[in-house]
């Protein structure tokens, strides 16, 4: 049986939008404090919170990112709709990117998300379907 | 490395958080992609960009950036200022490009995380960083 969860948070994520990108993961941040985590944990959990919610805004039309604290953990599940990534193996290695120089501008599109997600969490599993979306499913033990 | 010192050294104009250059920067990095940052950055450093929206500002919040000094005499929008100021952090503009800023900084003593890593800001560089 999954912990009851301490805390528990849904925030809604609009592609292209780049006037709130990453205001959802600098909020989760403010919570893990809050709640008393351990600073190194918190930077862990921003990090990756944030790749993942930039890679929506980047690439999806729209999506959610969940944060669930428990006794056990902290989960951080992004969900999108969006292109699907066909070779996720590929899109794992560092510095393998489809960006397109707009969001090169951006300052992202550089190839290290999800390996930078992966670097980050205690545990990571990404699932997806070409043509419907991606979801990532982050931890980190406490 | 105190951020007094590298407004010196690289003669920035201190375009929000002068209240706070007492604060020390221990590890300094140059990078426009903030991917890269996200990847390589430590805490507690200095980052020196090219990118001036608000992206960059939200980047340094996420990974504990203490300051940002912008290079070749590009100045951050206002969204940008506005979140920094709410955040606390120092935001510093030089007319220096990234090259000399990252390379003149090195030369007084603000290591790189590869140094970090390695050890040698202790061994090496501790006595220099004194000095300033």
Redesign the interface.
């Known amino acids: 049986m999954p912990s009851e969860p301490l805390f528990w948070q849904r925030f809604n994520i609009c592609g292209r939008d ?2 709130d ?3 959802a ?2 909020t989760i ?1 403010g919570i893990l404090r809050e709640i008393g985590i351990h600073p190194s944990l918190i ?1 862990r959990a ?2 990756a919170s ?2 993942a919610e930039m890679n929506v805004v980047l690439y999806a039309s729209q999506g959610t990112m969940e944060l669930r604290v428990t006794p056990k953990d902290i989960r951080v599940t992004v969900e999108d709709e969006g292109p699907g990534i066909p070779d996720i193996a590929l899109a794992m290695q ?1 510095g393998y990117s489809t960006a397109s120089d707009e969001i ?1 501008e ?8 999800l ?2 997600i992966k ?1 980050n969490a205690d545990a990571f599993s990404i699932h997806s379907v070409v043509g419907k979306g991606t979801i990532l499913e982050i931890t980190f033990r406490l | 490395m105190k951020l007094e010192a590298v407004r010196r050294i690289l003669n920035c104009q201190v375009i929000t958080g002068d209240d706070k250059l007492d604060a020390e920067v221990g590890v300094g990095c140059g990078a ?5 940052v ?2 390589f950055i430590k ?1 507690n450093a200095l980052l020196l960009t090219g ?1 001036t ?4 500002v ?2 340094a ?4 950036v203490r300051a940002i000094v912008y290079v070749r005499g590009k100045l951050p929008d206002k ?1 940008a200022i506005d979140l920094a100021k709410e955040k606390g952090i120092v935001l510093l503009c030089t007319s220096l490009p990234m090259y000399e800023s990252c390379g003149r900084l090195h030369q007084h003593g603000l290591p790189g995380g590869s140094e970090l890593e390695g050890g040698l800001r202790d061994a090496k560089r501790a006595p220099l960083l004194a000095t300033l």
């Open positions: 780049f006037v990108a990453g205001k993961s600098i941040k930077r921003s990090i944030y790749e560092e090169r951006m300052g992202f599109g550089a190839g290290m998300g390996s930078n670097k | 426009d992609l903030m991917s890269d996200l990847a805490p990118l929206n608000v992206q960059a939200r980047t919040e996420i990974a504990e969204d």
